[in-house]
């Protein structure tokens, strides 16, 4: 942990497992980019959240994970939140267990 609290991995890491041991269907979701010997490479969607799945209720959910303090969102991840809730699904920003606890109470 630093000043800023827990590192943003530190956060995804927590998230990820609370929600699975709370019987939500979810998974990693890697975005980014990679160089090969013919130039770079994306894969994932841009802005798109650290942690996509499927709520016991059937809901699409989605987690973007910030470090405990100081995490910015995005305008493409606000976005990608922004249209998961107009399809009425759950959009989270979690920067701690905590965090999505809170938010989640009542759903899970």
Same mark, same amino acid.
């Given at each position: 942990m630093t000043d800023k609290g827990a590192?943003?991995?530190?956060v995804l890491r927590d998230c990820l497992a609370?929600?699975?041991?709370?019987? #939500?269907?979810?998974?990693?979701?890697?975005t980014g980019a990679t160089k090969t010997a013919h130039g770079? #490479?994306?894969?994932?969607k841009v802005g798109s959240s650290d942690?996509?799945?499927i709520l016991?209720?059937?809901?699409?959910?989605?987690?973007?994970?910030?470090?405990?303090?100081?995490? #910015?969102v995005s305008e493409k991840q606000k976005e990608f939140l922004g249209?998961? #809730?107009?399809?009425q699904g759950v959009a989270i920003v979690a920067n701690s267990i905590e965090?999505?606890?809170e938010k989640l109470n009542g759903i899970i």
């Open positions: 590192r943003e991995d530190e609370y929600l699975q041991l709370n019987g #939500v269907y979810c998974w990693r979701n890697n770079f #490479v994306r894969y994932g942690i996509l799945g016991p209720n059937g809901k699409f959910i989605a987690v973007e994970c910030k470090r405990e303090k100081g995490g #910015v249209m998961i #809730v107009k399809n965090s999505l606890q």
